[in-house]
């Protein structure tokens, strides 16, 4: 019996465009249509990829009853927004990250998909990254021994990225490293301690009133014995990007690497060993197993800031 496609929009076209092939190709999904606030933008992109349904207003979109699902990647400040009302317009929901800016958002958020049984997704990428999946692997298979310890850091400098993003807090974007830390273990936090610490370049302190140039937290789960730590920074921090997390165990432990390019380390006892990490596209459909690899800002001429800087996020998009 053939499963019914499900017909997707994809609303933000800068770095929204990645997915475009991938759900052309995807054997259970129709890309069926595009929104972007510029109609030049939305022509542009719609006659490159031969998609015919184009929006320039979302709440039309969201009107049209073809519409199953939207996969938002519009700036942070309209996600929640933007998912509250596709969830009451009875859409699906696949939503860059963050979820949200605040708890209440996302209790809303949570509270409508409990309330009209749609799906929601926050579409985290570093757990779907080949390296993410090569440490799952090693703890379902015991290689681990008992989880210790788990620590994840995403440094990155976001000058010359678009004005919303100046002087944002650090943790209002943080999934990148708290997303693995929760996930490896299955668990939820339970308590969060959190400090902020230096201080960014004056003029970038007043749009959201937060003067920290780092932020880290300790998080402790629930009904365990398991605590992880968290390092984020955006603004006049000198570090490479680095999307990272490192996880401790009894018998081995995974550190990711220093330096972009090189190769991440496993520890037996005392002994490190320079891993290759593999990829994971045997666990996709066939027909976009090769988007692990390549995607559409993957050439010299055309590439998105977030790619360049994220390594195509580790072949997650697919």
């Not at 542009?44 to 939207?70: C, H, K, Q, S, W």
């Not at 944002?168 to 936090?189: D, F, N, S, W």
Request: include cysteine.
């Amino acid at each position: 019996m053939s499963q019914k496609k499900i017909n997707v929009a994809i609303v933000g076209l800068g770095f929204g465009a990645e997915f475009i092939p991938i759900y052309q190709k995807h054997p259970n999904a129709n890309m069926y249509a595009i929104c972007q606030r510029t109609q030049s933008k939305v022509d542009e992109i719609g006659d490159a990829f031969g998609i015919e349904v184009r929006y320039t207003d979302y709440e039309e979109l969201l009107r049209d009853p073809n519409v199953d699902a939207v996969h938002i990647n519009t700036p942070i400040q309209s996600h929640a927004e933007q998912s509250i009302a596709a969830l009451k317009a009875g859409k699906h929901v696949a939503c860059t990250v963050p979820m949200a800016t605040t708890v209440e958002e996302c209790r809303q958020i949570v509270e409508l998909v409990q309330e009209t049984g749609l799906t929601y997704m926050m579409m985290e990428t570093v757990i779907y990254s080949r390296e993410f999946l090569f440490v799952k692997e090693l703890y379902e298979k015991g290689e681990l021994g008992r989880i210790q310890f788990l620590r994840a850091s995403h440094q990155q400098e976001m000058a010359g990225w678009p004005g919303y993003w100046e002087g944002l807090p650090p943790m209002h974007y943080a999934t990148h490293c708290v997303g693995p830390v929760l996930a490896l273990p299955r668990t939820e936090a339970e308590y969060v301690s959190c400090l902020g610490s230096g201080r960014i370049d004056e003029e970038l302190i007043p749009k959201y009133g937060s003067p920290f140039a780092i932020e880290t937290c300790h998080i402790k789960f629930r009904d365990s014995d398991l605590s992880a730590e968290v390092t984020r920074s955006l603004f006049n921090t000198a570090r490479q990007y680095r999307e990272s997390f490192d996880v401790y165990g009894s018998k081995k432990s995974f550190e990711w690497t220093q330096i972009e390019h090189e190769d991440s380390v496993i520890h037996t006892g005392e002994t490190p060993e320079r891993v290759k990490i593999p990829d994971y596209a045997h666990l996709l459909p066939e027909e976009i197993q090769n988007f692990t690899q390549a995607g559409v800002y993957d050439s010299d001429d055309n590439q998105h800031l977030s790619f360049i800087q994220g390594a195509g996020h580790g072949g997650s998009h697919p």
